[in-house]
């Protein structure tokens, strides 16, 4: 790839994603919305509860589909097809693997999860019932996140984008059909949910029928190795997912204490809005990691860190769009989902996105680095900076500045914690960097 092809094809791969992302992104953001009209505040908070276990899904989806994807295309870049078309077989492998879990997990636990985070009541009956769907349509929606991410490495970005969009659009479509005219309630919005991987997969299934695939499923035995490789570049894409997930059910459990059900539909409009603009900068970072893997395969390091640098630079002028709009209309993006017109949660959600949002550039630039990092074969940096932003930072962050702080302290938790670990990112960076050069 020439370096004056560098920009053009940063172009294309970025927008395509983006869009796609943000397609992806609201299937749940959808739900959010048609949930708020047809169900009120209950059906609001029970939503909120059962997110989580979504984002632990998704999060595995992208791990195998990036880990693999990141496999792929080094090793077509090297000309290795027999062993990229064995990533893709392992890849499957291990999307197998995680659905039986999850599937065992949604028949047999759902109540019990539901319980932990805190469910009563009505709201007990909806979440349960949200979660248990969620999880049976597993095996759908980890084979659909595996299949766009090489689809995407397979030289078909267009056809990602349309593949996610197309379901996104559907789950809007469902959404409203099943909980208005169909009368459906939760179950039917989770159910629309459900089937938009589906549909994603028949948009994919052009890319087989048209014989367009490079990668192959073949008869090869599970690779210790090859599984090892595709998880940990994985595994930075499966934290920033998880630590979502992770995220929502601490600040739950928090402002749950601090001003009950309200506040916790509150979160429920920041956290599915954070879905949003969390899968913009993922967008990004999955846009130059067949980019950057293809160069860095092929040895071309001048390419490398000129893509890096394009991402960096969008990342940092989406995010001022972002917080601009976030800010100077808060009250307007609360009211989209406050149906009731209930003020508690009109006030507590307006000051949250203002506070919460101040985290955007840092957010996007720890996402982007992590993804640079394991494209690039550096995958202890990018756990280190998926640890510290998934697990390690953002939990003991909230509890004390909660403490300190109240219920803006839950809000200026997040911001904190990623303005910290971006701070720490940096200084991989420049650490990767001198090795480099030496």
């Not at 983006?18 to 908070?45: E, P, W």
């Not at 009109?346 to 506070?355: V, W």
């Not at 500045?401 to 109240?406: E, V």
Request: hydrophobic share 50%; with cysteine.
């Amino acid at each position: 790839m020439k370096t004056t092809n560098c920009f053009r094809n940063f172009v294309q791969y970025v927008s395509l994603n983006v869009l796609g992302m943000i397609g992806l992104s609201c299937y749940i953001l959808a739900d959010t919305f048609f949930v708020s009209k047809g169900l009120g505040t209950n059906g609001l908070t029970a939503l909120n509860l059962a997110i989580p276990i979504y984002s632990f899904i998704h999060g595995s989806g992208l791990m195998i589909g990036m880990g693999g994807g990141t496999q792929y295309s080094i090793l077509k870049s090297q000309k290795e097809d027999a062993a990229a078309n064995r990533a893709f077989t392992n890849a499957v492998y291990l999307a197998a693997v995680f659905a039986v879990f999850f599937v065992v997990v949604g028949i047999f636990f759902s109540g019990s999860i539901v319980s932990l985070f805190g469910a009563d009541g009505v709201v007990f009956d909806m979440s349960k019932t949200y979660l248990q769907v969620i999880l049976l349509f597993s095996p759908a929606f980890l084979m659909n996140n595996t299949l766009l991410c090489f689809v995407r490495n397979d030289g078909a970005p267009q056809l990602s984008m349309a593949a996610m969009i197309g379901g996104s659009m559907s789950n809007i479509v469902l959404d409203w059909v099943f909980i208005f005219p169909c009368k459906m309630g939760i179950f039917g919005a989770v159910f629309a949910t459900g089937l938009a991987p589906v549909i994603s997969m028949l948009i994919l299934s052009v890319h087989f029928i048209h014989r367009r695939n490079r990668f192959h499923f073949i008869k090869c035995k599970p690779e210790a190795r090859l599984l090892r490789n595709i998880l940990s570049s994985g595994v930075p894409s499966l934290v920033t997912e998880v630590s979502s997930g992770i995220v929502i059910i601490v600040f739950n459990a928090i402002i749950l204490k601090l001003q009950g059900n309200v506040g916790v539909a509150a979160y429920g409009v920041i956290a599915n809005l954070s879905l949003v603009v969390i899968a913009i900068y993922t967008g990004i970072a999955q846009g130059i990691q067949p980019l950057i893997s293809r160069n860095h395969g092929m040895k071309n390091e001048k390419n490398v860190k000129a893509i890096f640098r394009y991402a960096i630079t969008t990342m940092l002028l989406l995010s001022a769009f972002i917080y601009t709009g976030i800010f100077l209309f808060a009250s307007q993006i609360t009211g989209i989902f406050n149906s009731e017109q209930n003020q508690m949660l009109q006030s507590i959600a307006t000051q949250g996105l203002r506070l919460y949002f101040i985290a955007c550039p840092f957010a996007g630039f720890n996402i982007v680095l992590s993804i640079y990092f394991t494209s690039t074969e550096h995958p202890k940096p990018a756990h280190m900076i998926s640890i510290l932003r998934g697990f390690a930072v953002i939990i003991p962050m909230a509890f004390l500045l909660s403490f300190l702080a109240q219920i803006q302290g839950v809000w200026c938790a997040f911001p904190a914690t990623e303005l910290l670990v971006a701070i720490i990112g940096l200084l991989f960076y420049k650490t990767v960097g001198k090795r480099s050069d030496t």
